[in-house]
C-alpha cells in the first residue's frame, strides 16, 4: 500500500502570507488555513461494492484551531458512514469538518477520522485533497486490495518511513502508528507492527481447556484500517476454543475500563451460545466475562454462573441486536467496577438490552443483579468459543482500551 503525501506548492505559501499581511490592515480572513507542509495521507481498503479509509490530517508548520477537509471521488463512491469528523457528500464532492474534541491540532502534529461507503464499477481514487480551502496534496494511493497500477511490487516491504528520496514530513509518522482515536487508551494497536503470520508480541494466542481446530492468523487480505487485521478461524466444538489475549499491561487502568474495537464475522450469532471476546474477573475466581452471542442477538455472559445479559426471553432478546455480517462494526463496552455497571455500544448507538445499571430490570439484568457484581478485569482476549453449534471466521482490527471513552 502506498500513502500519498504532497506539501503546498510556493505558490500556495506565498498565498497565506499575503492573507496573512491582508489580515492585518483589518480584512477578514478565515481563522485557520493550511500552511508549509501541509500533508493529508488517504488509506483505503476496499473490497467488492463497498470500501473504508483512514484519513490522517497533518497541517504542517502552523497549528489550526478548527478544520475542513475536502475532495473529489474520482470514481462512483458514496460516502454512507464517518467517525470522528462530520462527513458530507454533495455529488463528487466530500466535506469532512472536525468534531469538538479533535478541532485543534498543533504544529507539526496531526489527527484522523474515517470514512465507509459504496462504490461501483468505478473506483477511481479521489483526488483535489485541501485543507481549510487549501490545496494540500495530489495523488492518491490505490486501494489496499488493488496492485500499484504503473510500476511493479517491491521485492521488500516498503518502509514506514519515506525513502531518501522524499523530503521528510515535519513530523516523521511512527514506525507502527495506531489507529484514529485513541485519545487516552492504555492499549491502541491496529495490528500494524505483526511482522509474521502468527500474533506475537503484543499478543499471544491462547487455547482455553484445550487445542483443537480453531487457529488465530494475522491477515492482510481483510482490513479495517492499514494492512494487517487479526483473523479468528473459529470451529464448532468445546475443545476449538482459541484467542489471541494481549500481553500489553492493563494494570494502569482503575475501576472503570472502555474499549472500543472493529469486528467484522462471515456467519450470523446462532441459537448456542458463542463467544468472540473474554476477560478475567480476579474478583469472581478468576472465571470471565464474556461477550458474544445467543438466540441470533449480542448477549454478555458471566462464567461463574452463566447470568446472561439481556436475559434469554424473546422480550430480553429483543432489546439486544444481532451482530452484522461480512461489513465492519464498531463494537464498544464500559464496564465499571466499583458501580458494578455495564454500557454497550454498537456503531455509535447504545444497546438497551446490554446495559447493566444497578437496579435490576425484568428482560435486562435482572438475572445479572441476583448478586452483587463488582468486576476486577485482568485481561483482555479475542477469538471464538462454541459452545454446541456455530463455526464463524472473524476480523478484529483497531483495538484500544483505556480509562475514558474512545469512540467510534
Not at 521528510?168 to 509474521?196: I, R, S
Amino acid at each position: 500500500m502506498r500513502i500519498s503525501r504532497a506539501r503546498l506548492t510556493p505558490i500556495v505559501a506565498a498565498g497565506a502570507v499575503l492573507a496573512a499581511a491582508l489580515a492585518g490592515v483589518g480584512l477578514p480572513t478565515a481563522p485557520a488555513t493550511a500552511a508549509a507542509g501541509c500533508r493529508i495521507d488517504y488509506v483505503p481498503n476496499q473490497w467488492t461494492g463497498g470500501f473504508t479509509a483512514n484519513i490522517r490530517i497533518s497541517p504542517g508548520d502552523t497549528a489550526v484551531n478548527g478544520w475542513t477537509v475536502t475532495w473529489t471521488w474520482g470514481g462512483d463512491q458514496r460516502i454512507t458512514n464517518g467517525w470522528s469528523a462530520e462527513v458530507s457528500q454533495s455529488g463528487a464532492t466530500v466535506t469532512a469538518r472536525n468534531v469538538a474534541w479533535n478541532a485543534s491540532v498543533p504544529a507539526g502534529g496531526s489527527t484522523e477520522f474515517g470514512v465507509q461507503g459504496t462504490v461501483g464499477a468505478n473506483t477511481a481514487g479521489p483526488t483535489g485533497f485541501a485543507l481549510n480551502g487549501v490545496p494540500c496534496n495530489g495523488a492518491t494511493p490505490p486501494p489496499t486490495t488493488t496492485a500499484p497500477p504503473t510500476a511493479p511490487p517491491p521485492t521488500t516491504p516498503p518502509p514506514t518511513t519515506p525513502p531518501p528520496t522524499t523530503p521528510p514530513p515535519t513530523t516523521p509518522p511512527p514506525t507502527t502508528p495506531p489507529p484514529a482515536g485513541c485519545g487516552t487508551a492504555v492499549l491502541c494497536d491496529g495490528f500494524e507492527n505483526q511482522t509474521g503470520s502468527v500474533p506475537s508480541g503484543d499478543w499471544t494466542v491462547v487455547n482455553p481447556d484445550c487445542s483443537g481446530t480453531g487457529t488465530a492468523a494475522i491477515d492482510t487480505a481483510t482490513t479495517h484500517s492499514g494492512s494487517r487485521s487479526l483473523r479468528i478461524n473459529g470451529t464448532v466444538g468445546y475443545c476449538n476454543h482459541v484467542f489471541a489475549r494481549t500481553t500489553r499491561g492493563l494494570s494502569t487502568l482503575g475501576a472503570v475500563r472502555y474499549a472500543r474495537l472493529w469486528v467484522r464475522h462471515t456467519t450470523a450469532l446462532p441459537t448456542s451460545h458463542v463467544t468472540f471476546l473474554a476477560m478475567a474477573d480476579s474478583a469472581d475466581g478468576g472465571k470471565d466475562l464474556r461477550m458474544g452471542g445467543q438466540n441470533g442477538a449480542l448477549q454478555w455472559n458471566r462464567a461463574s454462573d452463566d447470568a446472561t445479559l439481556p436475559e434469554q426471553s424473546p422480550s430480553g432478546v429483543a432489546l439486544s441486536l444481532p451482530l452484522a455480517t461480512n461489513r465492519w462494526s464498531c463494537v464498544e463496552f464500559m464496564v465499571d467496577g466499583a458501580q458494578g455497571r455495564l454500557n454497550t455500544w454498537v456503531d455509535g448507538t447504545a444497546v438497551t438490552g446490554l446495559t447493566v445499571d444497578g437496579t435490576p430490570t425484568h428482560d435486562i439484568d435482572g438475572q445479572w443483579l441476583n448478586r452483587t457484581w463488582r468486576p476486577q478485569l485482568t485481561d483482555l482476549r479475542l477469538g471464538w468459543e462454541s459452545y454446541g453449534e456455530g463455526a464463524d471466521t472473524l476480523w478484529f482490527d483497531d483495538v484500544a482500551v483505556g480509562p475514558s471513552r474512545i469512540g467510534c
